[in-house]
């Protein structure tokens, strides 16, 4: 693993029909839209990184042999800094899993080929046809949480976890549904109930996210009384901060996010970087390609590396 220094997709050369280089162009069409019908691997290589000429190869050779099951995109860091900043890779060579929009697993460093071929079968075996129809079940459930029919997406998204105990999307769909029916105690109780072996996936990372702002937004403060004392003393940090975490409780997460990163840019080390890690917080709770997620991450990046 080694640390970063500072058009038209094609497949990878040497790669096969199912990977392609990818740029920032087209990451949306051939990594973000293509999953949502098969697991998309990216690999975020650079040429002159060693490892990356040992992995690369060995990713290539498994998704090939799952003949379409899965496909990969290869991102070279050098040329496509925004990306990788956005996908906050930090050393290469760095792996992600895309399901269905999101990242759902991911690696850094050099695997051996064995557990290569076993991240990729892990991947094949959540494309449409190979769960025995739970994914359209998910993408069901989820349709009733967006439609505001939350009791009737708890009870599907439990039902598929009875055949599947250990199916991640159903697990944090569980949990927002319960948030949704402001039932907090019974979302965290489930949690905390998940199998080790997914406690880290993205969707249940998320569901942390969103079960501890759900937390915040039981103590919220008047965003108007906020606004007035944050409009008197600019700076008064707490006051700006309750107002951010006011406007989110409000659904207003950008206004959120902007008085979160005026707060960093005033005093990032104010109460052990809390305005970081509440972004970090909100960012997590979204989806990563969110446009409030893509220009947060811009912007406090932008000040980090002033």
Same mark, same amino acid.
């Given at each position: 693993?080694?640390?970063?220094?500072?058009?038209?997709?094609?497949?990878?050369?040497?790669?096969?029909?199912?990977?392609?280089?990818?740029?920032?162009?087209?990451?949306?069409?051939?990594?973000?839209?293509?999953?949502?019908?098969?697991?998309?691997?990216?690999?975020?290589?650079?040429?002159?990184?060693?490892?990356?000429?040992?992995?690369?190869?060995?990713?290539?050779?498994?998704?090939?042999?799952?003949?379409?099951?899965?496909?990969?995109?290869?991102?070279?860091?050098?040329?496509?800094?925004?990306?990788?900043?956005?996908?906050?890779?930090?050393?290469?060579?760095?792996?992600?899993?895309?399901?269905?929009?999101?990242?759902?697993?991911?690696?850094?460093?050099?695997?051996?080929?064995?557990?290569?071929?076993?991240?990729?079968?892990?991947?094949?075996?959540?494309?449409?046809?190979?769960?025995?129809?739970?994914?359209?079940?998910?993408?069901?459930?989820?349709?009733?949480?967006?439609?505001?029919?939350?009791?009737?997406?708890?009870?599907?998204?439990?039902?598929?976890?009875?055949?599947?105990?250990?199916?991640?999307?159903?697990?944090?769909?569980?949990?927002?549904?319960?948030?949704?029916?402001?039932?907090?105690?019974?979302?965290?109780?489930?949690?905390?109930? &998940?199998? @080790?072996?997914?406690?880290?996936?993205?969707?249940? +990372? =998320?569901?942390?996210?969103? *079960? /501890? %702002?759900? #937390?915040?937004?039981?103590?919220?403060?008047?965003?108007?009384?906020?606004?007035?004392?944050?409009?008197?003393?600019?700076?008064?940090?707490?006051?700006?901060?309750?107002? &951010?975490? @006011?406007?989110?409780?409000?659904?207003?997460?950008? +206004? =959120?996010?902007?008085?979160? *990163? /005026? %707060?960093? #840019?005033?005093?990032?080390?104010?109460?052990?970087?809390?305005?970081?890690?509440?972004?970090?917080?909100?960012?997590?709770?979204?989806?990563?390609?969110?446009?409030?997620?893509?220009?947060?991450?811009?912007?406090?990046?932008?000040?980090?590396? =002033?």
């Amino acid at each position: 693993m080694i640390e970063l220094g500072t058009g038209q997709t094609q497949p990878a050369a040497g790669g096969g029909e199912h990977v392609k280089d990818v740029s920032e162009a087209t990451f949306m069409q051939d990594v973000v839209e293509a999953s949502q019908e098969v697991p998309v691997i990216v690999d975020f290589w650079a040429p002159w990184c060693g490892p990356c000429k040992t992995l690369g190869p060995a990713l290539e050779e498994a998704v090939n042999a799952a003949d379409g099951a899965v496909k990969m995109a290869k991102v070279n860091v050098d040329e496509n800094q925004m990306i990788a900043g956005q996908m906050r890779v930090q050393s290469i060579p760095t792996v992600y899993a895309f399901f269905q929009g999101q990242p759902v697993d991911g690696f850094q460093g050099a695997l051996p080929p064995s557990e290569v071929k076993a991240f990729v079968q892990k991947l094949v075996e959540m494309s449409p046809g190979a769960d025995g129809g739970l994914a359209d079940a998910v993408a069901a459930a989820e349709e009733m949480l967006a439609e505001g029919a939350a009791s009737d997406a708890a009870q599907t998204f439990a039902a598929i976890l009875q055949e599947d105990p250990q199916n991640a999307p159903a697990y944090g769909g569980l949990v927002r549904a319960h948030l949704a029916l402001d039932e907090l105690d019974q979302a965290e109780a489930i949690l905390n109930g &998940a199998p @080790a072996e997914i406690s880290k996936a993205p969707e249940l +990372e =998320a569901a942390h996210a969103q *079960l /501890e %702002l759900a #937390r915040q937004a039981a103590d919220a403060g008047p965003v108007a009384e906020l606004t007035a004392k944050v409009e008197a003393d600019p700076d008064d940090h707490q006051a700006r901060f309750d107002l &951010a975490q @006011a406007l989110h409780a409000g659904g207003q997460v950008e +206004e =959120a996010v902007d008085q979160l *990163l /005026e %707060l960093f #840019r005033r005093d990032r080390e104010w109460n052990d970087a809390a305005a970081k890690q509440q972004l970090f917080t909100i960012f997590d709770a979204l989806k990563p390609q969110d446009p409030v997620v893509l220009n947060g991450r811009r912007k406090l990046s932008s000040m980090i590396f =002033a």
